[in-house]
């Protein structure tokens, strides 16, 4: 509250600059004929800021603003009728696209069906092959990095490579201890984005040990590295349908929204023509 008070102290002494017979009580600054009021200025702009950086954003404002209408006055006296006009009509149908857009947008949020089905994915899936073939190669794994001199480094091993239930949640709750990990195993992600994590994959021919399913373990400065190879989707397959799940999804709301568009314009039509809003004289 104190921060607005200050500001508007300051619009309002540079305000007194004005003529005293000035038509509006509050303006800042007049370009011919169009006044900048106190209340045209965005008070979020000055948060933070102390007395005289707000003066110099307040000048900057006004600066801004009394170019903007000089270089549009400049543009009226200079520019013949034929542009003018044709600015006019683009003004026009921006702001008819700008209202109609954002009225259509409000409607389709509020009826589209965004729920969608197994055999909806399956379907868009099975339908669309070429879409879906792998760039990269994917992999699903669990890894552990520790410091090499963990006193249960061993036990950790153990559940690492058997990682029944009560080793998933065993490991999970002594996490803490480790370096990094990611024990989700269930989840496909980029085999590039794997070697960036675990600095020995980069070493060598070590990327050749994500092209096969096995235990790796691995030794660098930072640690002892444990990695457990789960599944692998090479570059040129088809994807898995859980990792392409997002694509789909989009790439059904996407013919959904164009469908209910194409069906709110429609009635949108009828019932004007219904209400007799709308009329087509022959």
């Given at each position: 509250?104190?921060?607005?008070?200050?500001?508007?102290?300051?619009?309002?002494?540079?305000?007194?600059?004005l003529?005293?017979?000035s038509?509006?009580?509050?303006?800042?600054?007049?370009?011919?004929?169009?006044?900048?009021?106190?209340?045209?200025?965005?008070?979020?702009?000055f948060?933070?800021?102390?007395?005289?950086?707000?003066?110099?954003?307040?000048?900057?404002?006004?600066?801004?603003?009394?170019?903007?209408?000089?270089?549009?006055?400049?543009?009226?006296?200079?520019?013949?009728?034929?542009?003018?006009?044709?600015?006019?009509?683009?003004?026009?149908?921006?702001?008819?696209?700008?209202?109609?857009?954002?009225?259509?947008?409000?409607?389709v949020?509020k009826?589209?069906?965004?729920?969608?089905?197994?055999?909806?994915?399956?379907?868009?899936?099975?339908?669309?092959?070429?879409?879906?073939?792998l760039?990269?190669?994917?992999?699903?794994?669990?890894?552990?990095?520790?410091?090499?001199?963990?006193?249960?480094?061993?036990?950790?091993?153990?559940?690492?490579?058997?990682?029944?239930?009560?080793?998933?949640?065993?490991?999970?709750?002594?996490?803490?201890?480790?370096?990094?990990?990611?024990?989700?195993?269930?989840?496909?992600?980029?085999?590039?984005?794997?070697?960036?994590?675990?600095?020995?994959?980069?070493?060598?021919?070590?990327?050749?040990?994500?092209?096969?399913?096995?235990?790796?373990?691995?030794?660098?400065?930072?640690?002892?590295?444990?990695?457990?190879?789960?599944?692998?989707?090479?570059?040129?397959?088809?994807?898995?349908?859980?990792?392409?799940?997002?694509?789909?999804?989009?790439?059904?709301?996407?013919?959904?929204?164009?469908?209910?568009?194409?069906?709110?314009?429609?009635?949108?039509?009828?019932?004007?023509?219904?209400?007799?809003?709308?009329?087509?004289?022959?």
């Amino acid at each position: 509250m104190r921060v607005f008070y200050f500001i508007l102290v300051l619009l309002l002494l540079i305000s007194c600059e004005l003529s005293l017979d000035s038509p509006e009580n509050d303006a800042i600054a007049r370009v011919n004929d169009i006044y900048l009021n106190s209340e045209d200025i965005d008070q979020s702009l000055f948060l933070g800021l102390n007395k005289r950086d707000s003066l110099h954003q307040i000048q900057n404002i006004v600066n801004d603003w009394a170019t903007s209408k000089l270089l549009e006055d400049g543009a009226l006296l200079n520019l013949n009728s034929l542009q003018q006009q044709e600015f006019d009509k683009l003004i026009k149908k921006y702001r008819s696209d700008l209202y109609t857009s954002a009225y259509i947008e409000a409607l389709v949020k509020k009826n589209l069906d965004t729920i969608i089905l197994d055999h909806q994915f399956e379907k868009i899936y099975n339908q669309n092959k070429e879409l879906f073939v792998l760039k990269e190669d994917l992999i699903k794994l669990r890894y552990i990095n520790h410091d090499v001199n963990m006193p249960n480094a061993k036990e950790i091993k153990r559940r690492f490579m058997r990682f029944n239930n009560e080793d998933q949640v065993v490991l999970d709750t002594i996490s803490i201890q480790f370096n990094s990990f990611f024990l989700n195993d269930s989840v496909w992600i980029k085999s590039e984005h794997v070697v960036k994590k675990i600095n020995p994959l980069n070493e060598g021919f070590n990327k050749l040990l994500l092209k096969k399913l096995n235990f790796i373990q691995l030794k660098d400065s930072l640690g002892l590295y444990l990695i457990q190879i789960e599944n692998i989707a090479s570059e040129g397959e088809k994807a898995p349908i859980s990792y392409v799940i997002p694509t789909i999804k989009q790439i059904i709301l996407n013919r959904r929204k164009l469908k209910l568009i194409n069906q709110l314009k429609s009635e949108i039509v009828n019932d004007a023509i219904k209400n007799k809003k709308f009329e087509i004289y022959r």
